[in-house]
């Protein structure tokens, strides 16, 4: 059996290539949902790696400023206003993306979502058709715009930002468990149906991570619960995801398609 010394130039050469895994150089990532929270979070992340980044929100503000930020800092990147709820406001802000950057959009962290809490009997369906039509319908079809563009280049990376929500059920979760578990069985689909494409398809599931979209959940006292139902007895924080949404963005996971990580502090260990 040949073996390769480590010393050897064939060796040396895959080691440094192994040191650059999780770089980002040479893509172009929308991030959804960008104007707080975990997409924001991404969004610096992902262009400090060396990504071109266009940052899309409803609150197109705040993203316009990030972009500023990043760009202060060295980066590429622009704010684009996106309603996922809307096809047309989708498809403007990808051909506005593009065009801006000039460059097409190869990587998706499709993140955008909305919560509410409440018990079951006590949810409206208005709130839950809200957050059905963000939350599964809107990623839906912005899963689906990215699509049909990396398909024409046979290249392209979906991330969906699921929940353990989406794993396990929860008291006061009705709409936004539901809307979570639909999109992981959506992952797996669109996994499936584009690998052929060229397209990787691969779902983070956050457990309680602290931004802004815990407040109704703290609001209703269930903090001090989630906490004790939590091995690591810790929160999250969006830093705590560093490593998996560098992983599932990069050329780190070209043989990852149809995956599910979860990065929850064990809490899917023992949520009851």
């Known amino acids: 059996m040949n073996m390769t010394d480590s010393s050897s130039p064939d060796a040396r050469q895959n080691i440094a290539a192994a ?12 991030v959804t949902g960008a104007s707080s929270g975990i997409g924001r979070h991404a969004a610096q992340l992902l262009s400090a790696q060396g990504a071109t980044v266009a940052l899309a929100a409803r609150r197109v503000e ?8 990043i760009v202060e800092q060295g ?3 622009v704010g684009v206003h996106m309603d996922i709820a809307d096809p047309e406001s989708l498809r403007r ?47 839906f079809m912005v899963a689906q715009e990215a699509a049909r563009r990396m398909a024409v280049r046979r290249r392209g990376c979906i991330v969906n930002v699921g929940s353990t929500a989406g794993l396990r059920a929860g008291s006061h979760m009705a709409s936004y468990a539901a809307s979570k578990a639909a ?3 959506l992952n797996q689909v669109m996994a ?13 599931c956050p457990g309680n991570i602290d931004t802004d979209m815990q407040a109704p959940l703290a609001e209703k ?3 001090e619960a989630m906490l004790k139902r939590t091995p690591m007895r810790r929160f999250g924080t969006v830093t705590d995801l560093d490593g998996v949404l560098l992983l599932l963005c990069s050329d780190a996971s070209a043989y990852m ?16």
């Open 93 to 139: 802000a990808f051909d506005e993306a593009e065009a801006r950057l000039a460059a097409p959009i190869d990587v998706l962290v499709n993140n955008a979502g909305v919560i509410y809490a409440a018990r079951f009997l006590e949810q409206s369906a208005e709130e839950m058709g809200r957050v059905i039509d963000v939350n599964l319908k809107g990623s």
């Open 19 to 30: 040191g650059n895994l999780f770089s980002m150089k040479g893509h172009t990532v929308m």
């Open 183 to 185: 999109l992981l069985q």
């Open 75 to 77: 980066g590429r990147a």
């Open 192 to 204: 499936l149906e584009l690998a052929g494409k060229g397209i990787r398809v691969n779902a983070l």
């Open 62 to 69: 705040m993203t316009r400023r990030l972009a500023e930020d």
């Open 221 to 223: 006292g269930f903090s």
């Open 257 to 272: 398609t149809g995956s599910t990580v979860v990065v929850d502090g064990g809490q899917t260990l023992s949520w009851m």
